[in-house]
């Protein structure tokens, strides 16, 4: 195997201090040492994925690197007999496609840690739709729901709905009987949320408070929030007693400016939500319901699916434009 060679998306860093994007030819030997060897069938498109593929270097530290925290295939080859050649799995989180060479790519190397067997119930095309957005979807929701917050105690709020975390979030919360207030910067996209399961779409300018109040009209049981920042602030003034409010991005900011109040006259608590390191146990967990119960009807509307890793340098533009909408998942080869 070590002379294959194949084809990989290649972010170079220029003697301007430029990065450029190619697709170019990677051997296997090139792949970092690891006890799995995987023939990649479908990656997915994340935030941290524009990122890198940008150059910045508080996501990836050098390069020339080949991104992609997401990928779904086939092992090759295994140095370890609970992972068998052939077999279908699945790799999220981790390093993977951060410093270590990522699924925009026809092969990945990595640790036997970093391993998740195919769910039963998901294709490889299907679990990259999901892919490390739609468990961090789920693990928020999973906190959400372990921590108390019962459907008829009020609306749940999704921030960033039109993203890949919020499509989703919103989407596993109406199919857990939640009635779904959907945030978004982009009104035109209100029928799409609706079809996903929002029951109302407001405008994100409408939860962005500047009255510098240190708490609001309580509104929400509890919260998903994807952006961070000042949305994040006005969300959890505004969560009821009791609420909580579940923290997994920071598409604005990544900082966060509060008082004290929400949390000691109105017991709000906040969840931080780390889909990188979470322990294999809640992991395999997670990704049971993604593949059973949380399952999505409507995947299909959440998808953009590229052919090829050709496609990929539009869609990473645009994702850093925020003009993007729900998932976009590639192809890697027949």
Known sequence: MENIRFKALIVSETDDQRFVRVIGAKRI??????EVLIRVHYSSINYKDALSAAGNKGVTRRYPHT??????????????????????????GHDLGMNTSGGFAEYIRVPAAWVVPLPEGLTLRESMICGTA??????????????????DQGPILVTGATGGVGSIAVAILAKSGYRVI???????????????????VIATAEIDDQSGRPLLKPRWAGVV???????LSTAIKATQYGGTVACCGNV?????????????????????????????????????????????????????????????????????????RGRDIVRIGS
Request: proline share 4%.
């Open 252 to 324: 604005t900011s990544g900082e966060l400016h509060t008082s004290i109040y929400p949390f000691i006259l109105n017991g709000v608590s906040l969840l931080g939500i780390d889909s990188v390191n979470c322990l294999i146990g809640l992991r395999l967990d997670i990704w049971a319901k993604l593949a059973g119960p949380w399952k999505l009807a409507h995947l299909e509307a959440i998808t953009t699916e590229l052919a090829g890793l050709e496609a990929l340098d539009e869609r990473l533009d645009l994702l850093l434009q925020g003009r993007h």
């Open 134 to 151: 739609g468990f961090t979807a789920a693990l928020a929701c999973h906190k959400l729901i372990a921590s108390g917050v019962a459907p």
């Open 182 to 200: 959907a945030a978004t910067t982009k009104p035109q996209e209100a029928d799409y949320l609706r079809l996903i399961g929002a029951q109302e």
């Open 67 to 92: 991104p992609g925290i997401d990928a779904a295939g086939t092992v090759v080859e295994s140095a370890v007999a609970s992972i068998e050649a052939g077999s279908s799995v699945v790799v999220t």
């Open 225 to 231: 929030d994807t952006v961070s920042g000042n949305i």
């Open 29 to 34: 030997e090139d792949l970092p040492a690891g």
